[in-house]
């Protein structure tokens, strides 16, 4: 099991609980925003938009903020922002390797704010290439243990490109070539099979097992990292038992 992973998936409800949804929520708006820049609004011919959306409605962002978000990326309402992403590469806790995707409008504001979070956070910032040898680009499907068993994810989507599904506690995690991630999700919906969200992701292909202490403190830099608005997604390559994720949080 990926201790990062789940966390990952937990990451939604604990920004509710911990009133960071505003936040959540303006992340999955700039990802909308972006996704209907790049590729239109016809969301049945830009798959990267339909999944951009379908995540922010299965988050609970409200209907009208996702049709501004697409007017704005369509340029049928003013206001859009030019981002670019910028991926950082950087080294936690206990040589936590750590990948930081950035969407953002002012390259040396997220600069800034992601070296401010690792300086103050026993985190390091690393040479381009240093880290990111240590991750694959990975399709992502997450299932929910009641929409579907194992066997019924198997069977739907296997001939799409299924690669591994991993039991993360509440939720499956379906993982597949980041070129195949759309067939996987379009077999489950074809079969029924409700899913939270379908996405392209960083999977670590080496993992370091941690402690509660360490986890602790990579929490904390995650947390740190996460407060900054130009920081769109974070992937690391930590492993932790429940026992240590959950102490760790508390």
Not at 103 to 111: I, M, V
Not at 132 to 155: C, P, S
Not at 214 to 241: H, M
């Amino acid at each position: 099991m990926s201790g990062h992973s789940k966390w990952a998936t937990t990451k939604h409800k604990k920004a509710v609980i911990d009133g960071k949804r505003s936040k959540l929520f303006a992340k999955l708006i700039k990802n909308i925003e972006v996704a209907a820049r790049v590729g239109g609004n016809d969301m049945a011919g830009n798959p990267t938009l339909f999944d951009a959306v379908y995540k922010a409605k299965k988050s609970s962002v409200p209907n009208d903020n996702i049709d501004r978000a697409l007017k704005r990326g369509s340029g049928l309402e003013a206001g859009g922002a030019e981002y670019e992403t910028i991926m950082y590469e950087a080294y936690g806790p206990n040589g936590v390797a750590i990948m930081i995707e950035c969407l953002t409008d002012n390259r040396n504001r997220a600069a800034m704010e992601v070296r401010t979070a690792l300086t103050r956070n026993n985190g390091t910032l690393a040479d381009p290439g240093s880290v990111g040898y240590l991750f694959g680009r990975k399709g992502q499907v997450i299932v929910t243990k009641d929409a579907a068993d194992e066997d019924a994810i198997m069977e739907a989507a296997l001939e799409s490109g299924i690669e591994e599904i991993n039991d993360l506690g509440e939720v499956w995690e379906v993982i597949s070539e980041a070129t195949d991630f759309v067939a996987v999700r379009t077999a489950l919906q074809s079969a029924g099979i409700d899913y939270e969200s379908a996405e392209a992701t960083f999977v670590p292909s080496m993992k370091v097992e941690i402690d509660v202490d360490t986890a602790r403190k990579v929490l904390r830099l995650i947390d740190a990292l996460e407060d900054s608005d130009d920081v769109q997604e974070i992937y690391a390559n930590f492993d932790a038992s429940d026992e240590v994720l959950e102490e760790a949080s508390e």
